[in-house]
T-cell receptor, first 116, second 112 residues
């Protein structure tokens, strides 16, 4: 019973490069969320996706960041032209709609992005 | 403007005693609250939740209390164990599959 999978676990990029973070939700889960955690901070919501649809991207920077959750395959968070301020832990979570009245989100282990 | 606040960055408790972690929120539209536990270099792990129609939910050693009028919730861990040492995040939701709003976390240290 695999949980939420994220890869890579660690990613190092030079300024100006692109970063691609992948997330496979728990089996049967069709809702995916991306959060970012800066040091000594809580997790901040970035984007909420269902299969092939972006439901809420209010937490995502307008430039350089994009996300997708295709019909087949993992969800991908893409950061173009990374800057040092993008260095953070990026967590993906998934949830199952209609699970009683509980709406727990289950998190992956995160991808730690370091921009040099 | 923080909608979910955990005002104690850290807490130390003796093994076997009760740990009480507190959380305040400002948005009255929140109707579902969750606690997550996080170890270093791992993702948050769901611990316990409570709906706004309840004022208490219990699961083994963990109990969450909700005081809607005060917009306050607390997590009680009793008895505390060394393995409980972690960062605990309070999170709130407007219901459904909406994004979670997290507090900054409280680092709990349980001393043997």
């Amino acid at each position: 019973n695999a949980g939420v999978m994220q890869n890579p676990r660690h990613l190092v990029r030079r300024r100006g490069q692109e970063a691609r973070l992948r997330c496979s939700p728990m089996k049967g889960h069709s809702h995916v969320y991306w959060y970012r955690q800066l040091p000594e901070e809580g997790l901040k919501f970035m984007v909420y996706l269902q299969k092939e649809n972006i439901i809420d991207e209010s937490g995502m920077p307008k430039e350089r960041f994009s996300a997708e959750f295709p019909k087949e395959g993992p969800s991908i968070l893409r950061i173009q032209q990374v800057v040092r301020g993008d260095s953070a832990a990026y967590f993906c979570a998934s949830s199952l709609i209609g699970q009683g009245i509980s709406y727990e989100q289950y998190f992956g282990p995160g991808t730690r992005l370091t921009v040099t | 403007d923080q909608q979910v606040k955990q005002n104690s960055p850290s807490l130390s408790v003796q093994e076997g005693r009760i740990s009480i972690l507190n959380c305040d929120y400002t948005n009255s539209m929140f109707d579902y609250f969750l606690w997550y536990k996080k170890y270093p270099a791992e993702g948050p792990t769901f611990l316990i939740s409570i709906s706004s129609i309840k004022d208490k939910n219990e699961d083994g050693r963990f109990t969450v209390f909700l005081n809607k009028s005060a917009k306050h919730l607390s997590l009680h861990i009793v008895p505390s164990q060394p393995g409980d040492s972690a960062v605990y995040f309070c999170a709130a939701s407007g219901g459904g599959n909406t994004p979670l709003v997290f507090g900054k976390g409280t680092r709990l240290s349980v001393i043997a």
